[in-house]
């Protein structure tokens, strides 16, 4: 009530969690929209900055438009967030670009203030296309890496790097090395989710956006691509002790929301594995996850690779680039590596005397 009350711009940030479904959750959104429109007093411009599909943005004008006191007049704008977990205030503080949907001067010229500081290119479009922007852009992030992840499978069985072949093509201008890092996949609370609701809304309009529904199934697939290579080192994984070093759906955060580790563990568990892990800052996450539940969670790295039939890398934390490799062979008990992450170099594995088996490129 205060808020909505002494504000000028009012911003929604409020969740917005898939359904069983896939298709966005919008009831907080549209929960706030209708306190919003009960308490403002004055002209506001409320700007929608969760990440909702397309048409969101008319939905939360008719709410305002149903609910507010008469006479009172408003704006609504789009202007989606880009910031990425672990950098987002560097991310703020220096984006790429500012989106923003409008459909007035006045909620234009407010928002170009309001981010003037920040010195940024600035894109004005319409609400419908701000809200598209996000989509599209989370969903050809996510395409590069399907695409890197298909490109690394053909590579094995080709006998190129995936390493060499992505900063081939990074140096083009148009394609950029950016997201071009093969692995096991995407995982975390955006991408997923954003691809899921991208297909669905696209479904909705009459289209049916097969590319999507292709970089959803291969990054899924990559996850399989990982458990195929514990395989062919462990032989039979019933009863093999595996150490799995990170966890966390990438480095620099603890956030285990649909990281590929959960799903790597449960399926290795299925299949009677036992399972000891080690993550710089999620473990107590992972501790709450009931998939999770019969893994061993360790001090550190090297307590967890003890005795182990091999260690599975799932994340590329700085702290797994620095390990003492040596040591690593000494307390496994066969000079096993999968690195689900590329984050060594196979020559200095084999030199080392690992077997070490990688995403894309030659094992040793
Ligand atoms: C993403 C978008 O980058 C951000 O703009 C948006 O606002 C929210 O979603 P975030 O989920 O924090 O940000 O992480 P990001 O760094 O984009 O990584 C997403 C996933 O892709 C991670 O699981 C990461 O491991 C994976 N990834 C990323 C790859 O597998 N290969 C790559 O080359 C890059």
């Keep these: ?216 199934r291969i990054n899924e697939e990559q996850r399989a691509v990982l458990i195929g290579k514990i395989e062919k080192v462990v032989w039979n994984i019933k009863g093999k002790t595996i150490a799995v070093l990170g966890l966390a759906f990438k480095p620099n955060t603890d956030d285990m929301r649909f990281a590929p580790a959960v799903e790597i563990i449960e399926r290795l568990i299925g299949e009677g594995a036992v399972i000891k892990a080690y993550d710089p800052q999620s473990m107590e996450r992972a501790r709450a996850i009931p998939g999770l539940k019969n893994v061993k969670f360790c001090r550190g790295p090297y307590d967890a690779v003890k005795g182990a039939e091999c260690a599975v890398i799932l994340t590329e934390w700085n702290e797994f680039k620095e390990l003492d490799l040596k040591k690593v062979k000494k307390l496994l008990k066969q000079p096993v590596i999968v690195d689900g992450r590329n984050i060594y170099d196979p020559k200095k594995m084999k030199e080392l005397g690992f077997r070490y088996h990688c995403i894309g490129r030659a094992s040793s």
């Design 1 to 216: 009530k205060e808020a909505a009350g002494k504000s000028e711009i009012i911003f929604i940030a409020v969740g917005t969690p898939p359904k069983e479904n896939g298709e966005a959750d919008l009831t907080h959104v549209e929960a706030v929209a209708m306190g919003i429109a009960r308490y403002m007093t004055s002209y506001h411009l409320v700007v929608e900055k969760s990440t909702t599909p397309v048409e969101t943005g008319m939905w939360i004008k008719r709410t305002l438009e149903a609910n507010a006191r008469k006479g009172v007049k408003f704006d609504v704008a789009s202007n989606p967030e880009f910031l990425r977990e672990g950098s987002a205030i560097e991310d703020f503080m220096h984006p790429d670009r500012i989106v923003i949907g409008v459909e007035s001067k006045r909620a234009k010229d407010t928002l170009l203030e309001l981010y003037r500081p920040l010195g940024a290119e600035i894109i004005v479009t319409n609400i419908n296309s701000a809200e598209i922007i996000k989509h599209a852009s989370n969903s050809f992030l996510a395409t590069k890496i399907s695409f890197i992840n298909a490109v690394a499978n053909i590579c094995e069985k080709a006998g190129a790097d995936i390493e060499e072949v992505a900063r081939g093509m990074g140096f083009d201008k148009r394609i950029g090395r950016a997201f071009l890092n093969a692995g096991i996949g995407f995982g975390g609370f955006c991408f997923p989710k954003d691809i899921e609701a991208f297909i669905h809304i696209s479904d909705k309009l009459g289209y049916d956006f097969e590319l999507l529904k292709a970089v959803k």
